[in-house]
């Protein structure tokens, strides 16, 4: 029997989700508990398993599609089945979702799958593809997709009249792999004839470049306009290395999480003035405790003392704990503190809800395990919205010292150094001891200097504080 | 002490042309070798071996002359006399090597050079030594043949260089490697009644180039020439004395008047005393060098067989023109990608470019073209209609990446299919460009035209139904 493959619901927040990669093909057999896709939400990329066994009979939503949680977007089933007739472009699956909306202006899906960046593929690439005539067929890359919601997505901004070329004029064009967008027409209404490519080509001297016949027909292919290349060839000819540096130096879309974290780190760095505040912390006892509970069983990690330490002071210090947009402050309720992970396609923040609330072995088991799954790529977009204060520990990357940018919605952030060992004053006398560098970034329209200072020293005094420590662990 | 702007170090196929070209852009250069003008090439390597292939060839294509109409009796061999033929081209050829690095001002310093620092040499000759400064200095000490230490040494076991100083042939001989300096001395001595068994450790000879194009070569070694071809083992216990020499292959005990040894090449750079000059060579013996044959130290560059790239003298001499000029203030990038090899086996082969099992191992697509010889009309009037072309383009632009040539005179028409690379050609191009009729690179046209799916001279591609 054929059974739907939905796009599973992933949390409170997620109304959309993307598309990354299907796992499975058409006709391959898929077990029950199998991965059949990969897909990205605002947060992260996951993996979807199949809760049914059998073959994989259609893929309704490709790779690149966005689509609402609970669309369908496969049939498994046995081999042969008939398999309903949905396509995405009829069912709402295909519509932006408010979350995708904002990011309109700057993405948007095409037929192969992969967001363009509009407005800089326009002033970069020699031969936009996607401007070129409308009318012409096949040079449309993208601008009319059968998702019939995206039509009104996309305008050229450039030229609002219409482009008019003959067939001719066209096919002369592509094959001297040049933009006929450039060119003046001189039939009725403008419409750009063969002649005017000629004289175009004759008054810009095409003739005089020499292109080997390959990386000609390389250019037409990749919509490179050979023009704009006179002159800048390694060689005394345009030869195939000079089509393909060309075609690898092109922009490439943003994975999805990076023009997230771009989004919103632009966002927060541009509307919060950050202000920073470093201290020293000697860590050399807690480094001491640390080696003496790893002998007995359990690794903490300096992160958790920091967590646990970070929320107590968040406790005396509500106001760090709140978030403000300069016109009205919102306090949190709860102290839920992020913790941010470097993963190869990005940074993803898992959140340690109600950190006040921990112990310090709890603190540890769940850090552990957000870790962990952030790096397997499993956590679920629950797991990383709504922090209230962050950390970002850069301590395993010998660090003196570094400045972190404020998490949206938060006012602070902590960036916590390497501990490395050295030459300090203590009693009036010189000692060796392990001193860890940390800073605060604030966002001075709800903190001032003072209150981040004190703050800080909240955090060093309780991490410092050894008889805590040994009392909570 | 003599002072040049550019001291090269060995006058083969890679120091020669360096030196008349530095000399031609005004530099004042010395050249310094060890033994003879023209190094491995000239001397002991590509010309004494084709001088005598051509003998070889010749008589093989004497003993078949009645297939082709002819009544030749009695057709034999004197050995001393072509071996007299060989070192008469050897030194007219040397001579000629002299002349032009005379004609081009350059001094020749006969002896061994050594680093004394980056910038002063010293070369000694029987007793005598001469201290060069250097303002810049290329490497071009080449290659020498292998000689591993588990094979004894005796006069009945020699290598390449040892067999060319033979006055007579011997009866039978062993081969010990089916690499291409193997494969041509077992072609040619079989031709000329020796008998041969070739042992080679790799499942195949030549493993380098494509799988057809090396059938093709073996079932001609065998079955044509009779070379007995054991691969996949390896030759043990190999022992030499008065009567001839022994080795076990597997079971078998093979014997034989001379043992032939073609185990490849190792690098020359004994006395050179390169720590001197601040310089090592790398875990292979080889030196490292840069896009402009630049070794790590500044002033010194290396070109040829010591680089460690493929040995060719074609592209040791264009490594040395290059390094020349570089020596000399140009900044000229080395042109490695299109380098052709030509295997003076029979049948020969040609081949430039990539190959299908390097495409395979790099994962890139592409298409192939072939055409048979046995189709073309030349091929069959000159008696000669076997081995194949073959093209290997790129799968979407149909750019021509690599030719693989076996047959009659495939070591010649190589080198259209290298310009053809060269210049970025598809195969559409090239099938649309006229090759006179009838010639053997006639060949070269009909398999762009069997890639391109339009063949004229060759069944068309089947259709599906």
């Known amino acids: 029997m054929v059974k739907a493959v939905t796009m599973p619901k992933l949390g409170q927040s997620e109304e959309t989700v993307k598309i990354v990669k299907w796992r499975k093909q058409v006709g391959d057999a898929v077990a029950k508990g199998e991965i059949i896709l990969e897909i990205e939400t605002d947060k992260a990329v996951l993996e979807v398993e199949s809760f049914f066994a059998g073959t994989l009979l259609k893929v309704v939503a490709g790779e690149g599609v966005t689509v609402p949680v609970q669309t369908t977007v496969a049939f498994i089933g046995d081999p042969g089945e008939a398999v309903p007739d949905v396509a995405p472009s009829t069912t709402p699956a295909a519509t932006h979702g408010p979350k995708h909306e904002s990011m309109g202006p700057l993405t948007r899906p095409s037929p192969d799958g992969h967001p363009l960046p509009l407005e800089r593929e326009k002033g970069l690439s020699p031969l936009p593809a996607e401007r070129v005539v409308p009318s012409g067929g096949d040079r449309v890359r993208g601008s009319v997709t059968s998702q019939s919601s995206n039509e009104g997505s996309f305008q050229p901004s450039a030229s609002p009249e219409v482009f008019r070329i003959s067939p001719r004029a066209l096919k002369l064009a592509k094959e001297s792999a040049i933009d006929p967008t450039q060119i003046a027409g001189t039939g009725p209404g403008g419409r750009i004839v063969e002649r005017d490519v000629r004289d175009y080509l004759e008054a810009h001297g095409y003739n005089r470049l020499r292109i080997t016949p390959t990386a000609k027909k390389l250019a037409a292919r990749e919509g490179i306009d050979l023009l704009s290349l006179a002159g800048k060839a390694n060689g005394n000819q345009i030869t195939v290395a000079d089509i393909e540096r060309i075609v690898s130096e092109r922009p490439k879309p943003l994975a999805h999480i990076r023009q997230i974290i771009a989004r919103r780190l632009t966002e927060s760095y541009t509307h919060a003035p950050h202000f920073f505040v470093t201290v020293s912390a000697d860590i050399t006892e807690v480094e001491a405790l640390r080696a003496t509970l790893k002998a007995q069983g359990t690794a903490y990690t300096v992160s958790d003392f920091i967590v646990k330490a970070a929320a107590m002071a968040l406790e005396e210090f509500p106001i760090v704990n709140s978030v403000s947009d300069g016109e009205a402050v919102r306090a949190h309720s709860s102290i839920d503190l992020g913790l941010a992970v470097a993963l190869e396609q990005g940074l993803v923040v898992p959140v340690i809800r109600h950190a006040n609330e921990l112990t310090l072995a709890e603190i540890h088991l769940r850090a552990q395990d957000l870790t962990a799954r952030a790096r397997s790529g499993r956590l679920m977009p629950d797991e990383m919205t709504c922090s209230t204060f962050t950390i970002s520990n850069m301590g395993m990357l010998d660090v003196e010292n570094f400045t972190a940018i404020i998490n949206p919605g938060e006012s602070a952030i902590l960036a916590v150094s390497s501990g490395a060992k050295q030459p300090v004053v203590k009693n009036d006398q010189v000692v060796v001891r392990t001193m860890m560098k940390m800073t605060l970034s604030s966002d001075h329209r709800l903190i001032d200097g003072a209150l981040a200072a004190r703050f800080l020293n909240s955090i060093r005094k309780h991490f410092e504080e050894i008889s805590l420590w040994q009392r909570l662990t | ?465």
């Open chain 2, 1 to 465: 002490m003599a002072a040049f702007d550019l001291v090269v170090i060995g006058a083969g196929p890679g120091g020669y042309p360096a030196a008349i070209r530095a000399a031609q852009m005004g530099a004042s250069v010395a050249i310094v070798e060890k033994e003879e003008l023209g190094g491995t090439c000239l001397n002991w390597g590509c010309i004494p071996t084709k001088t005598l292939i051509a003998s070889s060839e010749l008589l093989e294509r004497i003993k078949s002359a009645e297939s082709m109409g002819l009544r030749v009796s009695g057709a034999s061999f004197d050995y001393a006399a072509m071996a007299d033929r060989k070192d008469q081209v050897v030194q007219k050829l040397r001579n000629g090597v002299k002349q032009l690095l005379k004609a081009n001002g350059v001094t020749v310093f006969q002896g061994c050079a050594s680093y004394q620092t980056r910038n002063r040499i010293q070369v000694e000759s029987n007793g005598a030594s001469a201290l060069l400064t250097a303002g810049k200095s290329i490497i071009a000490t080449g290659t020498a043949s292998a000689m591993p230490g588990f094979l004894p040494r005796h006069e009945r076991i020699v290598e390449s260089r040892g067999f060319l100083r033979l006055r007579a042939l011997p009866a039978t001989t062993l081969i010990l490697g089916g690499g291409i300096i193997g494969c041509e001395f077992a072609c040619m001595l079989a031709q000329l009644g020796v008998k041969v068994t070739m042992v080679e450790l790799l499942e195949d000879i030549i493993a380098t180039i494509d799988a057809d194009v090396r059938r093709e070569l073996r079932r001609h070694m065998e079955k044509d020439l009779g070379i007995r071809i054991l691969t996949g083992v390896t030759l043990e216990e190999i022992a030499a004395d008065d009567r001839g020499v022994r080795g076990r292959a597997g079971q078998e005990t093979l014997e034989a008047d001379l043992l032939l040894v073609a185990l490849g090449r190792r690098p020359v750079l004994d006395g050179l005393k390169l720590e001197n000059a601040g310089l090592a060579p790398n875990a292979r013996g080889f030196l490292d060098v840069d896009a402009y044959d630049r070794t790590r130290v500044a002033t010194v560059y290396a070109v040829g067989d010591i680089t460690g790239g493929p040995l060719l003298a074609h592209l040791a001499t264009s490594q040395g023109i290059v390094a020349a000029e570089n020596a000399c203030g140009s900044y000229l990038h080395k042109n490695e990608t299109v380098v052709p090899n030509c295997i003076f086996t029979t049948p020969e082969i040609g081949t430039v470019g990539l190959s299908e099992q390097e495409a395979q191992q790099q994962g890139r697509k592409i298409k192939t073209g072939k055409y048979l010889f046995g189709a073309l009309g030349k091929a069959l009037a000159i008696g000669e209609p076997h081995g194949f072309v073959k093209w290997v383009a790129d799968a979407e632009t149909d750019q021509l990446l690599g030719a693989h040539a076996v047959g009659p005179h495939a070591t010649d028409i190589i080198a259209e299919a290298g310009v053809a690379i060269r210049a970025e050609l598809t195969a559409s191009d090239l099938a649309h460009t006229i090759h006179a009729h009838p010639t053997l690179a006639e060949a070269w046209m009909e398999a762009a035209h069997a890639l391109i799916g339009e063949p004229i001279h060759s069944a068309p591609p089947r259709k599906p139904s």
